[in-house]
């Protein structure tokens, strides 16, 4: 009788000629979901699977991540429970469902949809957040263009027929405190909540300077955003090793009741977590990068022993990086 690794083996040769019998193909998925929780998809990773294959292989991995944990967002959206990592426009489609099947219950840039994903069909829109990216506020772009703000929500609705986004969120951020406090991005937004097109204000800040002075900005105008009072939800750059006075600076946004979203979690910490196997090993994510940042940063505290985020951002690409990503976010129970 073949080894297990020799018929994974074999059957990765096998599955280049021709598509794997059912038979071949439940032996495989056995042999898969012995490995444990977050490593099926890596004992996979060897065979070409049909998009059925897939699919059947993605139902052993939600059951072996489960339900993730659902908690309050932040202090000025008391009624909004969410999940520790979101779902992302830009992921691989066929992850939305298991998304879902997960209980992840934020869909960011849902905004960029043209009309509504099979996955969503029939899901009650209420047991689900969005945000849209208004993306007038992007660098080379006007960020007081307010017809077009409006303009953007507006067409996007009528597209995907979500009837309204939870957050509306000035992407890319401002370039200083002066254009912040312009305010024209939250005029568009007060006309639209009256309109019942979306509900809270947030902003996706991005820091805006050369490499070398990447960050020189960022706290300031956090300390801006934070002191205006308007801003309900923040995503920011956060991974692994990033500069104090960064971190000190999203902490400060989180404790006055910013809901806080990590993005370039994986993309910016991955490198630095890689070359850092030892703090791989202490975060329970051994040669798993992806698992150990978002734990790392699911698990990044305020000076007072809460946890800075709430939820991250990762761009997901296929069902081993879901797994790999999402397992780090339903292994740690944050408070």
């Known amino acids: 009788m073949l080894q297990e690794q020799e018929l994974i083996d074999h059957l990765g040769k ?3 000629e021709k598509p794997l019998s059912r038979r071949d193909f439940v032996r495989a998925l056995t042999v898969a979901s012995a490995a444990g929780p977050g490593l099926v998809t890596a004992a996979l990773s060897g065979i070409m699977l049909t998009k059925s294959q897939r699919a059947e292989a993605a139902e052993v991995v939600v059951a072996a991540i489960g339900v993730l944990p659902k908690r309050p967002f932040n202090t000025k959206m008391k009624d909004m429970h969410i999940t520790p990592i979101c779902i992302s426009q830009d992921w691989n489609s066929e992850l939305y469902a298991p998304g879902l099947a997960v209980g992840i219950n934020f869909v960011h ?3 960029y949809w043209n009309s509504l994903p099979d996955a969503f069909k029939g899901v009650d829109r209420e047991s689900y957040y969005t945000d849209i990216t208004v993306d007038t506020t992007s660098p080379g772009h006007d960020p007081d263009d307010y017809d077009a703000a409006y303009n953007q929500v507006v067409s996007s609705l009528q597209n995907n027929g979500l009837k309204y986004y939870d957050i509306y969120r000035a992407h890319y951020g401002w370039h200083s405190v002066a254009s912040y406090q312009k305010g024209t991005s939250y005029k568009v937004f007060q ?3 009256r309109e019942g097109k979306v509900r809270h204000f947030g902003v996706s800040q991005h820091p805006y300077h050369g490499p070398q002075e990447i960050y020189s900005d960022y706290p300031t105008i956090i300390d801006a955003e ?3 009072g308007n801003v309900e939800a923040m995503q920011v750059w956060f991974s692994f090793d990033e500069p104090a006075a960064v971190q000190d ?3 400060k946004a989180s404790k006055s009741g910013i809901g806080m979203t990590a993005m ?5 910490g991955a490198g630095k977590m890689q070359a850092d196997p030892s703090r791989m090993q202490q975060l329970g994510a051994a040669n798993q990068p992806g698992k150990a940042c978002i734990r790392q940063v699911l ?3 305020r000076p007072d022993g809460k946890t800075i985020f709430k939820t991250c951002v990762s761009a997901l690409g296929n069902l081993q990086a879901f797994e790999e990503n999402v397992s ?3 292994l740690h129970h944050i408070a």
């Open 191 to 193: 006309r639209l909540k």
């Open 299 to 301: 698990t990044t505290n």
């Open 249 to 251: 600076a999203f902490a």
């Open 328 to 330: 780090g976010a339903a």
């Open 226 to 228: 934070i002191l205006g």
């Open 14 to 16: 096998s599955s280049v």
């Open 264 to 268: 370039k979690v994986y993309s910016r």
């Open 109 to 111: 840039k849902a905004g």
